[in-house]
């Protein structure tokens, strides 16, 4: 099973700051089978980003996802009131599938 | 518009069993593989189980497997999950998702329902 570890757990940021977001797997994600998801109080994960770097419809240029192998990256280049969430990684390289335990990005 | 619908969860007794059901619309069910994720109270996401658009292939967690079975009717436009022996431990909100493509399970996940609640307690 790929284990994936994400850091921080938490990161405390203001409006218009840049976030960036990491995600370690404990063995290489096969083609870069690497996810990003949002999930806010009371609502469903949304996805994001997906293998490692494409973003989803209707997703906002201001997130971008980079990284192959074992080291991936989620950067908001300018957070809006409504990024403040939890984000979760996910690779569907292999199974079982597996998510990160999670980055809370949270307003300072 | 894409839309998933779970159902059929509750609170239930150790060792017993429940169903859960997820109803798809706006869009064509039988081109996507489709997964269930759940989520404990408080927690992050657990993938649960995937089973492609022919149910040629189906895929389960360590932790469920033997005792969860997954299920398509492509008729009915539903995915089931059927849940058996439950455990305290598999009290979570438990999400019907598309995946990204159909005949694999190695796909992203998304979109996703709003979850269904199920709570194992004595």
């Known amino acids: 099973e790929i284990v994936l570890t994400q850091s921080p757990a938490t990161l405390s940021l203001s409006p218009g700051d840049r976030a960036t977001l990491s995600c370690g797997a404990s063995?290489?994600?096969?083609?870069?089978?690497l996810a990003w998801y949002q999930q806010k109080p009371g609502l469903a994960p949304r996805l994001l980003i997906y293998d490692a770097s494409t973003r989803a419809t209707g997703i906002p240029d201001r997130f971008s996802g980079s990284g192959s192998g074992t080291d991936f990256t989620l950067t908001i280049s300018r957070l809006e009131p409504e990024d403040f969430a939890v984000y979760y990684c996910h690779q569907y390289g292999n199974l079982p599938l597996t998510f990160g335990p999670g980055t809370k990005v949270d307003i300072k | 518009e894409v839309q998933l619908v779970e159902s059929g969860g509750g609170w239930v007794q150790p060792g017993r069993s429940l169903r859960l059901s997820c109803a798809a619309s706006?869009?064509?069910?039988?081109?996507?593989?489709m997964h269930w994720v759940r989520q404990a109270p408080g927690k992050g996401l657990q993938w649960v189980s995937g089973?492609?658009?022919?149910?040629?292939?189906?895929g389960y967690a360590d932790s469920v497997k033997g005792r969860f079975t997954i299920s398509r009717d492509n008729a009915k436009r539903s995915l089931y999950l059927q849940m058996n022996s439950l455990r305290v431990e598999d009290t979570g909100l438990y999400y019907c998702?598309?995946?990204?493509?159909?005949?694999?399970?190695?796909?992203?996940?998304?979109?996703w329902g709003l979850g269904t609640l199920v709570t194992v307690s004595s």
């Open positions: 706006g869009f064509n069910f039988d081109d996507y593989a």
């Open positions: 998702t598309r995946s990204g493509g159909s005949s694999s399970l190695l796909w992203w996940a998304g979109p």
């Open positions: 063995q290489s994600v096969r083609s870069s089978s």
């Open positions: 089973i492609t658009w022919n149910s040629g292939s189906i």
